[in-house]
T-cell receptor
Framework: NAGVTQTPKFRVLKTGQSMTLLCAQD?????MYWYRQDPGMGLRLIHY???????AKGEVPDGYNVSRLKKQNFLLGLESAAPSQTSVYFC????????????FGPGTRLTVT | DAKTTQPTSMDCAEGRAANLPCNHS???????VYWYRQIHSQGPQYIIH???NNETNEMASLIITEDRKSSTLILPHATLRDTAVYYC????????????FGKGTRLSVIA
């Protein structure tokens, strides 16, 4: 049981490039989330999903797109990376029904130059 | 969801109890109190949650005041490995509302 895994762990992009971050969970969780964390700040929710085929916007969705084609995977896409998107990205998943705790992945450190 | 207020930082001597306060004066009746922590560079880790009653698990105890406007997370015997940022979060039970993380309290356990 690997829990929540994230790929890649580190990435450097040039401004304007695109990339996709992959989150995978093997706990059969319905809910999945993408957060970003900037230095000295708490986590901010980007997008989340309450089940396969569904997505919803969080607190800071601009510049990101997501897809949940399979229950176990949640993809975060950056179509045209900007330096402001330099951050650590965390994925999380949780059970349904409530109450539920969120299980977090190890994070992806992204730098946009 | 209700807002929370936590001290920015706290110190605790190793082996002593660490008591982390959280104010949530606007909490409503159906909102739970959650605690998570984040050890440097790692993903956050769930600690405990509660609604009205005090709760205890293998990691910590959660004390919620009778009026539910504040709570305290207690780590009974803090170790150096407990040095982390601790987040207090309140959230409506049920529904699709995700957790919203604030800046938390940075706890430093000192040898």
């Amino acid at each position: 049981n690997a829990g929540v895994t994230q790929t890649p762990k580190f990435r450097v992009l040039k401004t304007g490039q695109s990339m996709t971050l992959l989150c995978a969970q093997d706990m059969n969780h319905e809910y999945m989330y993408w957060y970003r964390q900037d230095p000295g700040m708490g986590l901010r929710l980007i997008h989340y999903s309450v089940g396969e085929g569904t997505t919803a916007k969080g607190e800071v969705p601009d510049g990101y797109n997501v897809s949940r084609l399979k229950k176990q995977n949640f993809l975060l896409g950056l179509e045209s990376a900007a330096p402001s998107q330099t951050s650590v990205y965390f994925c999380a998943s949780s059970w349904d029904p409530y109450p539920h705790e969120q299980y977090f992945g190890p994070g992806t450190r992204l730098t946009v130059t | 969801d209700a807002k929370t207020t936590q001290p920015t930082s706290m110190d605790c001597a190793e082996g002593r109890a660490a008591n982390l306060p959280c104010n949530h004066s606007t909490i409503s009746g159906n909102e739970y109190v959650y605690w998570y922590r984040q050890i440097h560079s790692q993903g956050p880790q769930y600690i405990i949650h509660g609604l009205k009653n005090n709760e205890t698990n293998e990691m910590a105890s959660l004390i919620i005041t009778e009026d539910r406007k504040s709570s305290t997370l207690i780590l009974p015997h803090a170790t150096l490995r407990d040095t982390a940022v601790y987040y207090c979060i309140v959230r409506v039970g049920g529904g699709n509302t995700p957790l919203v993380f604030g800046k938390g309290t940075r706890l430093s356990v000192i040898a």
